[in-house]
Each structure stands twice: as C-alpha cells, then as structure tokens.
C-alpha cells in the first residue's frame, strides 16, 4: 500500500485550483484518476487519450489522461506526492523521537530514584525486553581490577555453563575496545570462544566519567535480527544505565566508608573503655598501696605494744593478788598498825584499793581486748597479701570495715548515731581477693554514711518534717544462694536517688557530690572488682526518699572463674563493649553497665582537677607550669591519674599506657 493518498491529496483546496489555472495557460483538457481508474478531477473537454504516471519512490500512485503537454501535470503532481511522502517520513520520525524521549526521560526517572545496582540493572533488562525482541539479555560490572566480570541482572540464558571474561570471547573483546558493535551472525564472528544460544547480539560497554564500569548485551536467536537503530536505542539505554549504577556503586563506597567510620567508632570507644580501666586500676592500686602501707604500718606498730600489754596484764593480775593476800596476812597478823602506818593506810584508802583494783586490771583487760581487735580488723583489711587469693570469712572482712568507719556511725552534734543492722547468714570460706572486696564494702558504706548525714542536714531545714526523717540505719545482709553464690546486701534509709543517676553512678569521675569531696571513682572501682575481678554481679535498687540497696553477688571460688575467663578471653573481652540492659529485674534492681569515658568526660574530669587545685591555691590562673607540677607532687595519685590522660592523647595506641 502506498505511503502517499493521491485522493487526500486532492481533498486539499489548493491542488485542484492550481491544476485549474494551468488547465487554462496550457489550453489543454485533462482527467486525474486513481490507479483503478476512478476519476478525481476532470478539466476541459477530452479529445487525447495519453495516459501519464503519477509515481512517489518508483511506485504509481495514479495517472493523468491527455495531450503530451499532461506530461507536465503528471510530473508536478508526481514532485508535490513525493513531499508528501518526505512529509509523512518526517512526522514519524518525530514522532519516534518524541517517544523516545518520554521513554527515556521515564526511564531516567526510575533509574536516578533507585540506589541499588542490581534493581537498575533489572529495571533496564525489563525495557529493553518490551522495545526489542530479543531472548536473553544481561548486565555486566567489570571488578575493580578489571580481572573479571559479575553478572547484576539477567533474562533468557545468554551462556550454557560459564560466563565473559575481561579481554576473552566477543563481549570481553568489546569491553576491552570500548566500543559498541551489532553482530547479526555470532557463530561466524572469529572472536567465538564459547558456544553461546544466540545468533545475533548487540554489547554496549557502560560508560561512565571516562571509564568502562561493564557492558549490556542482548541476543537472539536468529540471525540478522537486529538493525542500526537498535544499536542506537541500547546504547542510549546503555548511557542511561552508566550513569545510574555509577551513583549507585559511589553510595555503596561511602555506606562502606560509613560502615568503616562506624568500626572505627566502636575501636575508639573501645579504647577509651581500655582507658578508664587503665585509669580505674592506677587509684586503685595507689589508693589501696597508700592505704594498706599506712594501715599495716599503724597495725604493726600498734600490736607489739598492745601484746606486751596484754602479756604482761596477767602477770600483774597475779601479783596483785599475791600482794593483796599478803596485805590481808598481815591484817591478820597485826589487827593493831602503828599510828604512822594508821595515817598512811587512811591516806591512800585502803579498802577502796583492795576493792577497786581488780575491777581496774579486769577494765585494763577488756580495753586492750578491744585493741587487739582493732588491730586485727586494721590486719584483716589492709591485707598485705591483697594481690593474692585466698579464703577468707566475707563477715571478717565486712566487721573490719565497720570497725574503721566507726567514728562517722556515732552521734554528734548534727545527727544521732547510725544504727547498723546485721543479719548474717551462715556462710563458708570464699576463695577471693579479700583486700579488693573490702575496698568495695569501704566504698558502698562510705556513700551509704554520706547518703544519711545528707539527708540529716537537710532534715534540720525542715523543722516541720523532722519528726517524720526516720533514724538513720544501714542494713547489711549475707546469704548464700544456690550453693554457688554468696550474695552481701548493704541499703541505708537515706534519701535514694534518681534512676537517670543509677545508670551513671559506674561511670569514672560521676559523682554528685559537691568539688572536693568525691573523686567519682569509687563505684567505678567497684564495678571493676567485683564484676571483672571476681565475675560476679553488682545491682543497685533505689527510688527518691526511700533509701538505696545494693546487691553484691560473687562465686564461693572465684579461682574457678578466673580460669573459665582465661580460657574464653576473646568473648570476654567483646562481653565488656556491649552495654547491658538498664531494665530492672524482678526485685527492681538494675543491673551494672560497662563504665564508659566519653571525650567530654575527659574535659570536665580535667576542668575539675584544675578547680580542686584552685580551692588549695587561689592564684591557680596565674601559676606557673612548675608550680603547677608542685602542686601535683603534693597529691601524687592526681599527678598519675593527670599523667595517664595526657600520655593518652600523646601516645599512638592505648598499649603504650602502662596500667
């Protein structure tokens, strides 16, 4: 059929005026008919019978009766038909164009909204199938080496068992080119390595920023089946797609660069975690040598006196009531003294003597009773041999430290006594580090002992609710609990905390008390011997005005345990870098996190040292570094505690910082 309509031609009002006015120069009588013979137009009267083509690209479209003369009409009406038809090629182009524009630009817009290589790669595959028959097509990547291809989205089966390799076969050899090509006889094509299930293909390497990322390609199985415009839509799908997937890959290089910083994140914290224990051992070690040195000096020095007293007070005990037996001979012996031994014996009292002495040697001997047990108790918790396990009463090691804690529990002027409640339980030796559990009960009953005279100040404020502040009293409380674990519980009846400050109160330098009075290293130390230490459990349950009770959990053989963390070090230690649950339990403790030192933690634990050395020093603004190094000689657990911060910043890794 042909392209061009010689009626709808002749439907336009302009043609057959024009045929008209030459009808009538040339004085010539003409008929236009269509190739069937149907008349179109008839001008003048007809005496020739001549019969001319109207042609349109070698194909006759209809035909012109008359003279010779019609010959001219027959070539003008052949001339304006084969506008025409340029005229209808031309508007199918652009409206080929236009399609393929919309299609395009709706392709670019699924493809920009996606980050993912394998859906663009699909989406791309899913188009193509619909616009050009074809019976397998694929998407290939090019490895960053440029050593091997991965394939990202497939249809159809383009290979029987392998798949292109970078330099090798057709599609490897296209790539390497970086140039496109339309086979349409690939078995004849002498680059064949590998049998493939097609005939005709067309591969258009993926370009983008001036280098190859992959190719495209789809097959047929027939030959000659593709034509150059398909070549030119794949390879505009082709640009298309390059584009894309280059985006998409730089978003997966920057969610792994994310990823990267994240582990990196997580080694940093994991270091400061590996500071604040470097940091938590140094007070501890200097606190607990200082401590232990000054009490085991003070102890010893004490005992040999005490037992020089205590061994000789039965000595003298025995004279005496030798002494007092003879007195009593001699009354017998003599009713009647003299009168010079008469005056002496009314000066100095005699029967209150004989009755008084006695009790003065039995008080002499329940005082120093009383200081051998402090001895002991000062023995029993300075603990030389700290470093070492061993087993030991829990309940030795608790009285001992209530024995040097017991000038803050009596009453003065501010306050009344506080009353300690015991409750202990029947328990068996713990193999343990006893020193390092007594620093943990010193700790706990110190803040309990804060906690109360706290409250007791506030409480004379109030004077109308200081009948209803109860008498201060620490409860402690032993049990053993499923033969495998004693568990040691001291609570006060103070004023409780709040539990935003629960979840804090493990964190080195945390405290809530004013500047100059806590270190904020105490609980902090606690956690650490009891949880990483021993292997045990350290939860806290407190609620505002209802006091604070806190539940010391350890093994009866922590040796064991020791072993067992030994053994599985690696879990251990990925163990203290998770953060446990703040969930309270079913008695409303909550149990103890890893203390963590965040950088700012660092600024305000420095800004705090600086303000505790100012109260000693007023002029601490203007003090120069070396007086500023004395002033740290003065307290050599803050110069170490200082020296380890910055050594931190100074060193390369947290190996270097000696612990």
Avoid at 331 to 352: G, H, M, T, Y
Avoid at 390 to 409: C, E, F, P, Q, S
Wanted: net charge negative; proline share 4%.
């Amino acid at each position: 059929m042909s392209t061009v309509s010689l009626r709808k031609m002749f439907n336009k009002k302009e043609l057959p005026s024009l045929l008209h006015n030459l009808a009538y120069q040339f004085n010539i009588a003409i008929d236009v008919e269509l190739v069937d013979g149907t008349k179109l137009i008839s001008i003048g009267e007809q005496t020739a019978k001549n019969r001319y083509p109207i042609e349109v690209s070698g194909e006759i479209i209809g035909w012109v009766v008359g003279g010779e003369q019609a010959t001219l009409l027959a070539t003008l009406l052949s001339f304006l038909a084969k506008q025409e038809a340029e005229k209808k090629v031309l508007a199918k182009e652009l409206l080929e164009r236009y399609q393929e524009i919309d299609l395009f630009e709706d392709i670019s817009t699924q493809l920009t909204t996606s980050l993912d290589t394998r859906q663009i790669a699909q989406l791309v595959l899913q188009e193509l199938r619909q616009l050009i028959e074809s019976s397998a097509g694929m998407i290939l990547l090019l490895s960053p080496d440029a050593t091997a291809f991965e394939i990202i989205a497939e249809f159809g089966v383009f290979f029987d068992h392998s798949q292109p390799e970078p330099g090798k076969g057709i599609i490897g050899n296209i790539v390497q080119s970086n140039r496109a090509e339309l086979i349409n006889d690939v078995q004849a094509d002498p680059r064949l390595e590998k049998q493939k299930n097609v005939s005709a293909m067309i591969c258009v390497p993926l370009r983008a920023k001036e280098r190859v990322l992959g190719a495209i390609a789809i097959g047929n199985p027939k030959t000659d089946s593709y034509k150059a415009e398909h070549l030119k839509l794949v390879s505009i799908f082709a640009s298309q797609s390059a584009i894309a997937i280059d985006k998409a890959l730089l978003y997966e290089q920057s969610t792994q660069v994310a990823l990267q910083a994240k582990a990196q994140t997580e080694k940093l914290q994991q270091a400061l975690h590996e500071l604040q224990l470097a940091q938590t051992q140094l007070i501890q070690s200097e606190k607990m040598s200082s401590l232990g040195q000054l009490i085991a000096g003070v102890a010893h020095e004490i005992n040999n006196p005490v037992n020089f007293i205590c061994g000789n007070l039965r000595y003298v005990a025995q004279y005496s009531q030798d002494l007092l037996h003879l007195l009593e001979k001699y009354q017998k012996f003599l009713p009647v003294a003299p009168p010079e031994l008469e005056s002496e014996l009314d000066n100095i009292d005699l029967e209150f003597i004989i009755q008084d002495l006695p009790k003065l040697l039995d008080s002499m001997k329940l005082g120093t009773s009383r200081i051998v047990e402090i001895v002991q108790s000062l023995k029993n918790f300075s603990r030389h041999d700290e470093a070492e396990m061993k087993a030991v009463n829990i309940h030795d090691g608790i009285d001992g430290t209530l024995m040097i804690l017991h000038h803050r529990l009596k009453a003065d002027v501010r306050r009344p006594a506080i009353e300690i409640v015991k409750d202990y339980a029947k328990l068996p030796l713990i193999e343990c580090y006893p020193g390092q559990l007594n620093q943990v009960f010193m700790n706990i009953l110190a803040n309990a002992i804060d906690a109360l005279e706290e409250n007791m100040e506030n409480s004379r404020f109030r004077s109308s609710l200081q009948s209803l502040t109860p008498n201060p009293q620490i409860t402690i409380r032993t049990k053993l609990l499923d033969q495998q674990w004693v568990v040691i519980r001291i609570a006060d009846n103070g004023p409780g905390m709040k539990e935003e400050v629960i979840h804090r109160i493990y964190d080195p330098f945390f405290t809530t008390k004013d500047i100059g009075k806590g270190t904020g290293l105490g609980m902090a130390i606690s956690y650490q011997i009891i949880v990483d230490k021993h292997g045990g459990i350290l939860k806290c349950r407190s609620q505002l005005g209802e006091g604070t009770d806190f539940w010391i959990q350890i093994p009866l053989n922590c040796a064991l345990v020791d072993a067992t963390e030994e053994q599985n070090s690696a879990s251990v230690s990925q163990t203290h870098t998770t953060e446990l649950s703040h969930t309270p339990d079913t008695d409303g403790f909550i149990p103890s996190t890893t203390p963590m030192l965040k950088p700012t933690d660092l600024l305000i634990s420095h800004t705090q040292l600086i303000q505790r050395l100012s109260q000693h020093s007023p002029d601490m603004e203007g003090t120069s570094p070396d007086q500023i190094y004395q002033m740290f000689q003065r307290y050599p657990i803050s110069l170490r505690l200082y020296a380890t911060l910055l050594s931190w910043f100074c060193c390369s890794t947290p190996n270097q910082i000696r612990h």
